[in-house]
């Protein structure tokens, strides 16, 4: 079966599908459940005017952050290159904050919330502690979009750095200027200093937690700053379906809406005690139209509940 019976997914029904996955482990995220907290500084570039009035974007401020590993195992090898890193950050004040969320895939694994539920539940792990692998064949082969993020990880070498990684946004964004011009932007947050990944040889001689450690370096010498990107729509791109890219969306026309320096390491608890709560948006920004995003607040509000 392609999804879920119409109306059966809900985001509460999303987080236990997720725990489940994960095996239950108690008191945590549902998903990126493994990472660390940061603070730093946002400074705007000239243009970011140009896309979006949103003061969260046009003012400097500081940022509260959070890289992550994907999956709901705190456990999770950071040498492991089937699973998402992950890049939360919250720009602006109390009266104009933005929490934006991105990713090292430019795609989600589902396009609706019943397909994302079918695709959890068909990765439950069965009384042998492995799922149903002709199940998973099943699924799959009746839903090949959901493959699209899998097969972009598996096609790129581990990243070696949270701060050498490319982060997207799956989402269409629809932005406002302050000549009222709207459009939909995608966000992409690209590492100043370049991508940084290791070979298989060098994979192995890493430790299952290298990543803090190599974060920690490089924040004392001054070196993890990212660029914030928009990437522009065009006529006939797609901003319902987060399983699929917009067409040359690797080369197409990008804005520097501004810059994040990562000062340093927050404790855990400055991140942990809510939520990066995708809905806080500041005017100039609004709303992605699509099924996932739509039920991403609620997410992650019952998954802050279930692990207090």
Not at 92 to 99: A, F, K, L, T, V
Not at 140 to 149: F, G
Request: hydrophobic share 40%; charged share 25%; with cysteine.
């Amino acid at each position: 079966m392609s999804e879920s019976p119409k109306g059966a997914a809900t985001p509460a029904s999303i987080v236990d599908a997720l725990q489940a996955v994960a095996g239950n482990p108690p008191n945590i995220r549902a998903s990126f459940a493994k990472g660390c907290c940061v603070r730093g500084t946002y400074t705007p570039s000239d243009r970011a005017r140009e896309i979006t009035r949103s003061r969260s974007f046009t003012k400097p401020s500081r940022v509260l952050a959070r890289f992550s590993v994907g999956g709901g195992n705190p456990a999770v090898a950071d040498t492991n290159n089937l699973v998402l890193r992950g890049f939360s950050f919250r720009l602006g004040g109390d009266e104009h904050r933005s929490d934006i969320l991105v990713e090292s895939a430019p795609v989600h694994f589902a396009r609706t919330l019943d397909q994302m539920l079918a695709f959890l539940e068909a990765r439950i792990p069965g009384p042998d502690g492995k799922p149903d692998m002709a199940k998973l064949k099943d699924f799959s082969a009746a839903n090949p979009e959901t493959l699209n993020q899998a097969n972009y990880l598996a096609a790129r070498p581990l990243p070696g750095s949270f701060a050498g990684t490319t982060y997207w946004g799956v989402h269409a964004f629809p932005a406002t200027n302050e000549r009222g011009e709207t459009r939909f932007i995608k966000f992409k947050v690209v590492p100043a200093g370049g991508e940084i990944t290791l070979s298989e040889r060098e994979a192995r001689a890493k430790s299952a937690d290298f990543l803090h450690a190599e974060l920690g370096t490089r924040i004392a010498a001054g070196h993890v700053r990212f660029n914030v990107m928009a990437l522009l729509d065009r006529p006939g791109d797609p901003t319902m379906d987060v399983t699929m890219r917009w067409p040359d969306e690797d080369t197409r026309e990008e804005v520097r809406l501004g810059t994040i320096v990562i000062t340093s390491f927050e404790p855990d608890q400055a991140c942990d005690v809510s939520i990066f709560n995708p809905a806080n948006l500041a005017d100039g920004i609004g709303y992605p139209p699509d099924q996932i995003f739509a039920a991403r607040s609620a997410a992650y509000a019952i998954s802050l509940a279930k692990r207090r």
